[in-house]
């Protein structure tokens, strides 16, 4: 098992964001991760990275108590905006370099390339879509082994999105292992393995996609209203 999270609970103030969180996750697979907003989805992905601790419980990763090694292995990419309004597209990927040993300049070059932008574009010039693919790219371009993806299509247009799914299916490669945060089910749906559900905090259920179409014919627009 490639990530085990065991009885994972994490408060801010009174607020309960994670409570008693137990999950699996698989190498090699890709995985939705579904609930409403504030249901603890960032908190769990900010949790694994290692970019905030648990209260209680633990998180093992390739069978060790995750630690600050680890976190050349996981990449995490955050909702909100991570590089600066003067940046251009090679600042963003030489400030990531900076940050990450793991990072790939001469990958990152060719992921921009692909999403159709250039190195001297600037940031503050950039589309909300164009914005996107420009964190996907800056993501991609680390040799992780754990990609954590929060909200990767949000607030972008169709032609966008299929191009940021294109690029995903591109780099899953049964080596790496996906786990995409989104509110998008249909757009997911094709191509994700099994879809973790999370409401106020507690792990509803892990569903493995193709044996529950085998079983009921249920879309998973479907199984999110009957579970949640």
């Not at 999950?23 to 991760?33: A, T, V």
């Not at 995490?76 to 600042?91: G, N, R, W």
């Not at 060719?110 to 010039?125: A, F, H, I, Q, R």
Request: with cysteine; proline share 2%.
């Amino acid at each position: 098992m490639m990530l085990e999270c065991r009885g994972l609970t994490k408060w801010f103030g009174s607020k309960e964001a994670v409570a008693d969180l137990t999950l699996n996750i698989e190498k090699g697979k890709i995985y939705g991760l579904l609930g409403e907003n504030g249901s603890g989805k960032t908190t769990w992905m900010k949790m694994v990275s290692g970019l905030t601790k648990p209260g209680t419980g633990e998180i093992i990763y390739d069978g060790h108590m995750l630690g600050y090694e680890d976190k050349a292995k996981i990449a995490y990419m955050a909702t909100e905006p991570f590089f600066y309004d003067f940046m251009k597209v090679q600042d963003v990927g030489e400030y990531y370099r900076a940050f990450f040993e793991d990072f790939d300049m001469d990958r990152y070059v060719e992921l921009v390339g692909k999403m159709g932008l250039t190195p001297d574009m600037k940031v503050k010039s950039l589309s909300s879509g164009m914005a996107a693919k420009l964190k996907l790219a800056a993501t991609l371009a680390r040799q992780a082994e754990l990609y954590l993806l929060d909200e990767p299509l949000n607030g972008i247009d169709y032609k966008a999105r299929e191009e940021i799914i294109n690029l995903i299916l591109e780099e899953a490669d049964g080596e790496n292992t996906f786990v995409i945060s989104t509110h998008l089910l249909e757009e997911i749906e094709s191509f994700i393995e099994y879809a973790i559900f999370i409401k106020d905090g507690h792990l509803i259920d892990k569903v493995c996609l193709e044996a529950e179409r085998m079983r009921s014919g249920r879309s998973l627009a479907e199984i999110y209203v009957d579970i949640m």
